[in-house]
């Protein structure tokens, strides 16, 4: 079983709609949880993180995080085709590795 | 620097030559992280620094593979007698510290294709 597992996708939303992005992962003992997105052929830049169960909120990005359901979503609203990109979710369990699930390719349509 | 630098941008080698790239991470930063992500693949994690430690080597995926760093701050990876199989995208990334709620910033990598 993978550390972290993600929906390799595609997922496409019409523009304005709200992308739902979501990740599990094996470790109950994880204790910090990242979002990246990665545009083609660029590196992964830094979303949001995530610590404690429930919702944080940035801007048009939400993180969601249920520790109990070894889950961690990413919300995007109103989805702009300046979001298509694909979003790694990151993981850092009990130890100082990180994981990385394989990435969601999202589509927003104009 | 303003970011994490890495070189060189893209390096292409005949299959058994070494090579070396370099990392040189965000000033301040103690955490270095080295990933290889092959194409259409997640990150694969290889090696992290703690200050000029390498407590953790397994993530390495031969013994072709050493990293080390030096002075806390730049890194270099080595990949000897190369085979087509390392081609891939090797990403840096530093952190303020380890065991701590800390982000990681990645640089642009090295786009590595062995022939």
């Known amino acids: 079983q993978k550390e972290v597992e993600q929906n390799s996708g595609p997922l496409s939303v019409p523009e304005g709609a709200i992308a739902s992005l979501n990740c599990t992962y094996s470790?109950?003992?994880?204790?910090?949880f990242f979002w990246y997105r990665q545009y083609s052929g660029k590196s992964p830049e830094l979303i949001m993180f995530?610590?404690?169960?429930g919702d944080k909120e940035d801007g048009r990005f939400t993180a969601q995080l249920n520790k109990a359901s070894q889950y961690v979503s990413l919300l995007i609203r109103d989805s702009q085709p300046s979001d298509s990109a694909t979003y790694l979710c990151?993981?850092?369990?009990?130890?100082?590795?990180?994981?990385f699930g394989t990435g969601t390719s999202l589509t927003v349509i104009p | 620097g303003a970011g994490v630098s890495q070189s060189p941008s893209n390096k292409v080698t005949e299959k058994g030559k070494d090579v070396e790239l370099r990392c040189d991470p965000i000033?301040?930063?103690?955490?270095l992280y080295w990933y290889r992500q092959s194409l259409g693949q997640g990150l694969e994690f290889l090696i992290y620094?703690?200050?000029?430690?390498?407590?953790?080597k397994s993530g390495l995926p031969s013994d072709r593979f050493s990293a080390e760093r030096t002075g806390g701050s730049v890194s270099t990876l080595t990949i000897q007698r190369t085979q087509q199989e390392d081609s891939a995208v090797y990403l840096c990334?530093?952190?303020?510290?380890?065991?701590?709620?800390?982000?990681?910033?990645f640089g642009p990598g090295t786009r590595l294709l062995v022939l």
């Open positions: 990334a530093s952190s303020l510290g380890l065991l701590t709620q800390e982000t990681q910033y």
């Open positions: 470790d109950r003992g994880s204790q910090s």
């Open positions: 995530i610590y404690s169960n």
């Open positions: 990151a993981v850092l369990p009990t130890g100082n590795q990180f994981y």
């Open positions: 000033s301040g930063h103690t955490a």
């Open positions: 620094f703690q200050g000029n430690s390498a407590p953790d």
